[in-house]
């Protein structure tokens, strides 16, 4: 009962425009990049921080200010995606902190255009995926569409790239949107919306329309909603402006010691070294809306 007025009211506020998500939203974005050398020799490596990225719906309004090192920006060739790249060297039970801050604006992304054949097939596509899935076991990484099909009980990214490959597999272009939610309470809800995030990350969807008209998609949240378990935005042709992109695409370029490397989703900082095992790392991502 409790699941079933929740998902009404919900509804409700958003007819009559009550989500804050249905506005332009400002965040600012602090991040902190924890290693450790837990090992009794000198270890060193690179530090990758994926930042994120402009596109017609996000705006930078301030660059990100680093604290702690000066690390060199790059874009990946394939997707346009920004990452700050640093070679660190820690001593025997060495600890640095890294961090940085960026604020950016967010636009309610919603499509009100012609709805063509395309249009027609990923919404068909979509609703697949939904009445395929079930909503479950996190990772911080990315299921592929394999292991969607195969697992049946996946997260987010999961729910994102089964979309994404039945559509190319249809001839519509396609791909991941890597991210995080945005401008809610990290801590449990109590009363009547108990619900809590159970962590930041979020992943989700877009087609390819006509040339560079990008349509959202995010079944995950969309199968949640109906089932009265989220109340955060996320159906077809719709994300609200409480989700934060980092990245666009998967299996993502970067060079390392002029080296390419692929990466499969770009969202969380990770390390590169040789002895990854002996290097610990901790990272903590804060976004607050800006009132």
């Given at each position: 009962?409790?699941?079933?007025?929740?998902?009404?009211?919900?509804?409700?506020?958003?007819?009559?425009?009550?989500?804050?998500f249905?506005?332009?939203?400002?965040?600012?974005?602090?991040?902190?990049?924890?290693?450790?050398?837990?090992?009794?020799?000198?270890q060193?490596?690179?530090?990758v921080?994926?930042?994120?990225r402009?596109?017609?719906?996000?705006k930078?309004?301030?660059?990100?200010?680093?604290?702690?090192?000066?690390?060199?920006?790059?874009?990946?060739?394939n997707?346009?995606?920004?990452?700050?790249?640093?070679?660190?060297?820690?001593?025997?039970?060495?600890?640095?902190?890294?961090?940085?801050?960026?604020?950016?604006?967010?636009?309610?992304?919603v499509f009100?255009?012609?709805?063509?054949?395309?249009?027609?097939?990923?919404?068909?596509?979509?609703?697949?995926?939904?009445?395929?899935?079930?909503y479950?076991?996190?990772?911080?990484?990315?299921?592929?569409?394999?292991?969607?099909?195969e697992?049946?009980?996946?997260?987010?990214?999961g729910?994102?790239?089964?979309f994404?490959?039945?559509?190319?597999?249809?001839?519509?272009?396609?791909?991941?949107?890597?991210?995080?939610?945005?401008g809610?309470?990290?801590?449990?809800?109590?009363?009547?919306?108990?619900?809590?995030?159970?962590n930041?990350?979020?992943?989700?969807?877009?087609?390819?329309?006509?040339?560079?008209?990008w349509?959202?998609?995010?079944p995950?949240t969309?199968?949640?909603?109906?089932?009265?378990?989220?109340?955060r935005?996320g159906?077809?042709?719709?994300?609200?402006?409480?989700?934060?992109?980092?990245?666009?695409?998967?299996?993502?370029p970067?060079?390392?010691?002029?080296?390419e490397?692929?990466?499969?989703?770009?969202?969380?900082?990770?390390?590169?070294?040789?002895?990854?095992?002996?290097?610990?790392?901790?990272?903590?991502?804060?976004?607050?809306?800006?009132?």
């Open positions: 009962m409790k699941k079933f007025l929740r998902k009404w009211v919900f509804i409700g506020m958003k007819i009559v425009g009550g989500c804050f249905q506005k332009s939203q400002k965040y600012q974005i602090r991040s902190e990049i924890f290693l450790k050398n837990i090992s009794q020799q000198h060193n490596g690179w530090l921080i994926p930042l994120p402009e596109n017609l719906y996000q930078i309004l301030k660059q990100p200010k680093f604290f702690g090192f000066n690390p060199e920006i790059k874009r990946d060739e997707f346009g995606n920004l990452y700050a790249l640093y070679k660190f060297e820690l001593g025997y039970e060495e600890e640095k902190l890294f961090s940085f801050e960026s604020v950016v604006q967010r636009e309610p992304q009100s255009g012609f709805k063509n054949d395309i249009f027609q097939k990923a919404q068909e596509i979509n609703e697949r995926v939904i009445k395929k899935l079930e479950g076991n996190p990772i911080e990484g990315l299921y592929s569409a394999e292991e969607a099909l697992k049946k009980i996946v997260d987010c990214g729910f994102a790239t089964l994404v490959a039945w559509c190319q597999k249809e001839g519509i272009p396609a791909r991941i949107v890597a991210g995080f939610w945005a809610y309470p990290t801590k449990v809800f109590s009363g009547f919306f108990a619900r809590a995030p159970q930041l990350m979020h992943a989700w969807a877009e087609f390819e329309i006509e040339k560079d008209v349509i959202p998609v995010d995950a969309e199968k949640l909603v109906r089932a009265g378990r989220e109340f935005s159906e077809f042709g719709f994300v609200g402006s409480d989700h934060i992109t980092f990245s666009h695409g998967s299996n993502i970067i060079q390392i010691d002029k080296k490397m692929r990466i499969p989703i770009f969202q969380n900082p990770f390390i590169i070294s040789e002895n990854k095992n002996c290097i610990h790392l901790e990272k903590k991502l804060v976004i607050d809306r800006l009132l």
